[in-house]
Antibody, heavy 118, light 107 residues
Framework: EVQLVESGGGLVQPGGSLRLSCAASEFTVSSNYMSWVRQAPGKGLEWVSLIYSGGSTYYADSVRGRFTISRDNSKNTLYLQMNSLRAEDTAVYYC????????????WGQGTLVTVSS | EIVMTQSPATLSVSPGERATLSCRASQSVSSNLAWYQQKPGQAPRLLIYGASTRATGIPARFSGSGSGTEFTLTISSLQSEDFEVYYCQQYNNWPYTFGQGTKVEIK
């Protein structure tokens, strides 16, 4: 059974950094399209970043230049490095394996909460 | 960026009745549209992709239709577990964007 387990969330001050991890089971991260999607408290969904199996990366305008998506093939893990964090980055961050040609999140993790506050 | 608008924001329906949820795109997304269901405190679940193809394990009472800018998710006979929040998402142009959601509540 496909499983995704996020970790690394927590409380961070504005301007700070955090790295989220997503450990995958029963499939190979590097052979799939993977993404991070976030949801601010009580709000809707926002697609943050996408990485193709070939390595191409895509970012929402709201995080481009501050966030970096990457993967460690030896650990079968996806990452999201978040720098220069802002209050508006506060959200539950979901890792997802994306179906189609990197088009629709098909399998989701349980999410990890990031709170940016002083 | 393509803006996805869902209506209504809240839909009140009795169990066993039909629910019809709408999603409109600010420009054509062809059939590159997905629907998700989300329960409180849980991750979304993929229901429909390609505007009308049910994802694995999704009951036949869920159906999707539409193309271009107008899309519909229909739940033919609402079960107790269907009273949740539903989101549409376009994947025609990056950034892929979601609608703001429709909450289906018990009437």
């Amino acid at each position: 059974e496909v499983q995704l387990v996020e970790s690394g969330g927590g409380l961070v001050q504005p301007g700070g950094s955090l790295r989220l991890s997503c450990a995958a089971s029963e499939f190979t991260v590097s052979s799939n399209y993977m993404s991070w999607v976030r949801q601010a408290p009580g709000k809707g969904l926002e697609w943050v970043s996408l990485i193709y199996s070939g390595g191409s990366t895509y970012y929402a305008d709201s995080v481009r230049g501050r966030f970096t998506i990457s993967r460690d093939n030896s650990k079968n893990t996806l990452y999201l490095q978040m720098n220069s964090l802002r209050a508006e980055d506060t959200a539950v961050y979901y890792c997802a394996r994306v179906g189609g040609f990197g088009e629709f999140p098909e399998y989701w993790g349980q999410g990890t909460l990031v709170t940016v506050s002083s | 960026e393509i803006v996805m608008t869902q209506s209504p924001a809240t839909l009140s329906v009795s169990p066993g009745e039909r629910a019809t949820l709408s999603c409109r795109a600010s420009q054509s997304v062809s059939s590159n549209l997905a629907w998700y269901q989300q329960k409180p405190g849980q991750a979304p679940r993929l229901l429909i992709y390609g505007a009308s193809t049910r994802a694995t394990g999704i009951p036949a009472r869920f159906s999707g239709s539409g193309s271009g800018t107008e899309f519909t998710l229909t739940i033919s006979s609402l079960q107790s577990e269907d009273f949740e929040v539903y989101y549409c998402q376009q994947y025609n142009n990056w950034p892929y964007t979601f609608g703001q959601g429709t909450k289906v509540e018990i009437k």
